[in-house]
């Protein structure tokens, strides 16, 4: 069945550094690939999506390209802020509107 | 943009006891609602699926007797959680959609259901 599997937190870095989340997935068909993100007390906010393969979602300094060729959506960004500290979800949709979620990944950015 | 709003964000229920979540879409008409639930450290899992005017779908492992879920109008979803237990203890969100698959689906903010 439709999986998603992403890296084991917690994920400590210092400020300004450089963050990878990996994720991978297994579906059949076409699914649209998504990475949100909750903050302590909060409920689920997208973060960004890509729908297709190839293409690149962006926000907030955040990037993935949803590569269909290693089943991966693995989330980055450049320069990452104490303010980023959160829990990452990467999922996936599928054609029947179901969503995969990982397990999640808990980032913790040390001033 | 389309907000999806849910109510009590924070609820604190005795065991024995029922409690009901409602999920609400605010600008939009949602013809299907998703509930999901996660427990702590761990990630978000599909209950079931609820389609207007009809019974829920839930996923394999899901009381539906125990969880029960009424989408009585096109902007308005609710989870029952009858005779509650610690162990239903969770983070309880749903999402909605409007119209047909592949249109947008939207979170709400998520119920944190403490029974003590």
């Known amino acids: 069945g439709d999986s998603v599997t992403q890296m084991e937190g917690p994920v400590t870095l210092s400020e300004e550094a450089f963050l990878t989340i990996n994720c991978t997935y297994t579906?059949?068909?076409?699914?649209?690939l998504f990475w949100y993100v909750q903050y302590p007390g909060e409920g689920l906010q997208l973060l960004l999506k890509a729908t297709k393969a190839d293409d690149k979602g962006s926000n907030k300094g955040f990037e993935a390209t949803y590569r269909k060729e290693t089943t991966s959506f693995h989330l980055e960004k450049g320069s990452v802020q104490v303010s980023d500290s959160a829990v990452y979800f990467c999922?996936?949709?599928?054609?029947?509107?179901?969503?995969?979620f990982g397990s999640g990944t808990k980032l913790n950015v040390k001033p | 943009g389309a907000v999806v709003s849910q109510h009590p964000s924070w609820v604190i229920c005795k065991s024995g006891t029922s409690v009901k979540i409602e999920c609400r879409s605010l600008?939009?008409?949602?013809?299907?609602m998703f509930w999901y639930r996660q427990f702590p450290k761990q990630s978000l899992m599909l209950m079931a699926t609820s389609n207007e005017g009809s019974k829920a779908t839930y996923e394999q492992g899901v009381e539906k007797d125990k969880f029960l879920i009424n989408h009585a109008s096109l902007t308005l979803s609710t989870l029952t959680v009858t005779s509650a237990h610690p162990e239903d203890s969770s983070f309880y969100i749903c999402?909605?959609?409007?119209?047909?698959?592949?249109?947008?689906?939207?979170f709400g903010e998520g119920s944190w259901l403490t029974v003590v």
């Open positions: 999402s909605a959609r409007a119209g047909s698959v592949g249109n947008t689906i939207y």
């Open positions: 600008d939009f008409q949602a013809t299907t």
């Open positions: 579906a059949t068909g076409y699914p649209s």
């Open positions: 999922a996936l949709m599928n054609n029947f509107n179901k969503f995969y």
